[in-house]
C-alpha cells in the first residue's frame, strides 16, 4: 500500500507546474498533477492535468474543476481600472499505462473564462489544448525496509492546438492570455522526484515547456514550473487521508509575435499551496487551494489573486 | 483483434483531433508587392501618466489644479516610415484629422497603405504654414471639418491646434483660492508659425498587411503643454480683470509648441486581423 | 416624351459649363509691384466673379438677412462707409474699428489692420462670423444659398465641384475682390505718361513732398509697404485696441497696425483705424504735431528727438493737392463691381 501511496505522491508531483491550477502532487490515488502549460501568466491557455490512477488500478477517468482569479488593468494608464479576470476550467483526463516503467497521460481541458472590461462583458469558451505526456521511471527505491525510499521519473510530451487561438480576444486589453488554446504545438520536458519516510514524504517537481509560433504569428515565451510540496499519509482501514502543503513557482519568458518580443509579456510567480485529499474504494476526491506569495506577471499589468480545485476520480 | 481495432480506432481519432487543429495556412506574414492594408492611430489622452476624464481635477508640478473642460488638437501630414528609413506619406489631402475627447474621436484611421513592415510613425500636431497658405482651395471640408469641432479662429483667421479649456485653482498662497476659467487655443498666426512635427518609435514593428489593421495605441500627456520642459503658470497669464486665462498668442504659443514636442508617445502596437480600439 | 428633355438636359451641361465660364482678364499695372497672392489658385472666371459679386451684396450672408459686404463697403467711397468712424452691422451693433477700403487686395499679404488674415480667400471668414458684423457662418450661408435656384445654378457653373459650399462661397468672394484693381487715377496716368496725367505744379511740390517725409512707409505705387507700425495715436482709453497685438501675442506688437494703401484717399474718410480723423487736415495736423511718445512708436516718426513730421501750412496744403489726384473716378464708377440689389 505505502509503497502505491509514494508512486501516486510522485505521480502527482509530476505535472504539477505552474500550470493553471499547480495542484500539488501527492496523493493518494488520483494524483492530480496539473500539468498546465501555463502560459505567461493567466495560463489559461492549456490548464492541462496530469493524472495517475492508484496503484491498484493504473487505469482511471477523473474531473476536475479548477478556477483562477487574475486582475488587470483595463487600460495603459496608471489610474486605469483593475478588472477581475474569471478563468474556469473543466477537465477530463484518463491514464493509459503501456508497458513496464512507461505510462501515458491525457489531459483534454474545456474552459469558459469571462471579465468585465470596461467596454462591457467579454467571455471565452471551448475546447482548450488536448496534453499528452510519456513518463518513464528511471529508478525507484526497491527494498522495502530502507529508512528513506526514492523515485525519480523522467519523461516529455506535446501539448497540442485544439484549442482556439484568436488574437483579437487578447486585443484591447494588457493580458495576452485571455484564450482557450495557444494556437501551437508545444512541447514538454519533465522530471520529478519523491522521497520519503514512514508517512512523511518531500516531492520536488520541474518541468519545461517549448512554445511554438502560432498560424498568427503570436508565440507565447517558454515556461519553467517546479515545486516542492511536503505530503503526510494517514492511512485508515475504510479510508485514506493526505495533507499536503508546499510551495510551487512559474516563470514566462517574452511573448513574441513575428519573431520580435512583445515588451512586458514575461513574468514570474511564486504560490503557497495548501490542499487535501481524501479516497474510499474506487472513488476519491481532492481539494486544494494557492496563494500567491510573491509575483511580477506581464510587467506588472496582471495580477493573481488565487487558485483553487476540486476534482474526483473513479479508478477503472 | 478486437483490442487491435479499437487501438488502432483510438489513435485515428486522436490523431484527426490533432491533424484538424494545426493549421498551415500562412496567408498573413508574406509581404506581397502591391498590396494594400490598413492602420490606425489611436490617441488615449493622459494627463501625467493618469487617464484624461473631462471634469476631473489635476494638480502639475507648477502647484495649478486644473479641471480640464475640452481637450481637442489637429493631427496631420501622418507619414509612415520603415527600418530603412524609406517611408509612406498618406495623400495630403486627406492627411489632415482632428482628436476630440468630448466627442470621443480618438482614432485616425488610414487606408490603402502600401504592406510592410514599419517601424515609426510621424505627424505634426496642427496645420502646416505651406498648407494654410495655399487658402480655401485646398483646405476645402477640412475648414468646415474644424469650425464644427472649435478649431478655427475667425477674428484671426486660422486653425486652432490645440483647443484645451478648463478651470483652474490655485494651490499656493497666491490669496486666490477659486475657480477660474483658462482657454488655451494653439495655432498659428500671420507673425508666428507654431506648427510642429514629431517621430515617434514603435516599440514592436508596425506590419501592414492585406485585409488586416495595424493600431498603434498612442499616449498623450496634456500635462507638458503648461507643464512640460518650459512651465507656463496660468496664475502668471490672468487677464487684466484678473477673471480668467485666455493664451492664444505671443511667447506662450511658442512654448507650448515646444513642449507639445514631448506630447505623444506610443504605448503598444497591435497587429493582425484583430477589432479597432473603440 | 421626357427622354428628349434630358438630352437636352445632358447635352447641355457639359458644354454650357466650358463655354459661359472663361477666364476673366487679369493684368498686373505697370507701375504697381508685384502680386502678393497665388491668384492662380483661384484664377477669376466669369461666372465665379459674377457669383462673387452676387454674394458680396447679399445681406443673406448676415444672420438676419440685414448686412451685406456692400453695406459698409460703398463703391463710391472706395469700398469704404462714407462718413462713419465705426459701422454698425446686424441689431445695430456697433464695430470698433474703421471700414478699410477693398482696392488691389491681390497685391497685399496681410489683411485688416491687424493682421488678421493673409489669404484673399479666407478673410471674408472675419467679417461673415465677427458677432457685430455679419455674425453668420459658411454652412448657414450655403444652407440659405442652396434654396436659391439662381445661386445653386451660379455655383454649378462656377465651380468644378458644382457644390455651393463654404469653400465655393470663399472662393468666389476672392475671385471678386482679386479683380478690384484700382490703378488709373490721375496719378497713375501721370507715372505711366498716359494722357489725362497732368499734374498742377502745387501736385507736384505735393509729390515731392510726399516722397521725401511719407514714402518711407507709405512705399511704392501701392502706397504701402504692408508693414505693422505705431504711428503715435494716443490709445483711446475706451477701446484701448492693441493693434497687432491682439493677432500675434507679443507685447513689441502693441498698437501697432497695417499702413494703409493712401489710393482713393480723399473719398475715404474718416481716418486711422478708428476714424478719429474727419479730414486730411487733421491728419496732417497731427504727423506734424500731434504724435505722442509711447514704447512702441515707429522710429521713423522718433527721428533726431523731433516726434512726428514737421509741415509747414503750405506743405500740407500742397499734400492735400497731391492726395486728390489718387482718386480713381474709373474705380469707383465702374459698373463690373457694381450689382444691383
Redo the contacts between chains.
Sequence with gaps: MKKYLLLLLFISQFGFSATITNIPPPNFKHYLMDFDDCDACGCSASGGGMGFSSMLDKNFVGVRYFNQSYSSRD??????PWIDENFNTVQLWARIPVFKNFQISALVPYHFHNRELS?GRQTIEGLGD?T?LGLYTVYQTKKDSTVFTHMLQAGAGVK???GKYN??AS??SVNPSFQVGTGS?DYLLAAEYVIKKQDLGFNAMLNYAFKTEN???YQFGNQLNYAGTFFYVVEREKFTLVPQVGLAGETYATNK??G????DTKGDILFSKVGLEAGSGKFSVGLNAMLPISQNLTGGRVEANYRWSVNLNYSL | MNFQLKNIAAVLA?TS??VS??????N??KVVEGAVGEAELFF?N?MA???LDLGNAYTNSNGETVTVKKLNYIISNVVLIKEDGSSFVYPKAENYFIISEEKGQFTVHLENIPVGDYKKVKFGIGVDQQR??????????F??LA??NDM?W????GYRFINFEGTFAETSDHGRHEELPFQVHQGS????DNYREVTLDL???A?VREKELS?I?I?SDINVLLDGDTKILLHDNLNAGGTAVSI??????IKIAQNSLKMFKV??V??????H?? | MLSPLLFLISCDNKSDYEEVNARMDFKVPSNFPALAQ?ID??YPTERGFELGRKLFHDTRLSSDGTVSCAFCHEQASAFTHHGHAFSHGINNLEGVRNTPSIQNMAFQS?YFY??????????S??P???PVEMNE???NIAVKLKKDKSYVELFSQAFEDQEV???NI??AL?QFMTMMVSANSRYDKYVRKEPGGNLSEQEKSGLELFTQKCASCHKTDMFTDSTFRNNGLPPNSKLNDLG????????S?RYKFKVPSLRNIALTAPYMHDGRFGSLQSVLNFYASGVKHSETLDPLLNANGVLGISLSADEKEALIAFFQTLTDEEYINNQLFYFKT
Design positions: 487600460g495603459i494608464f496608471k489610474n486605469s467596454t488536448i499528452v497540442a492546438p485544439t488574437s483579437a486585443t484591447g504545438w498560424d498568427q504569428h509575435q513575428y520580435e518580443d512583445i515588451p | 486522436a483531433l490533432f487543429c494545426s493549421n498551415d495556412d500562412d498573413g506574414s488615449d493622459g501618466g493618469d487617464a494654410y497658405l495655399e487658402g480655401e482651395s485646398a483646405q476645402k471640408s475648414w468646415d469650425y464644427a478655427t475667425t477674428w484671426s483667421i498666426n500671420s507673425a508666428t516599440p514592436t514593428t506590419r493600431s495605441h499616449m492664444m498668442g505671443g511667447e506662450n504659443l504605448d503598444h497591435h497587429n493582425g486581423p484583430g477589432s480600439h473603440e | 497665388e489658385r483661384n496681410q491687424d493682421g488678421a488674415a493673409v489669404s484673399i480667400e479666407m478673410l471668414i472675419a461673415i462670423h465677427n457662418t459658411l454652412e459650399s463654404s469653400n470663399l472662393k476672392g497687432r497685438e491682439t493677432v500675434t501675442g507679443f507685447a506688437d
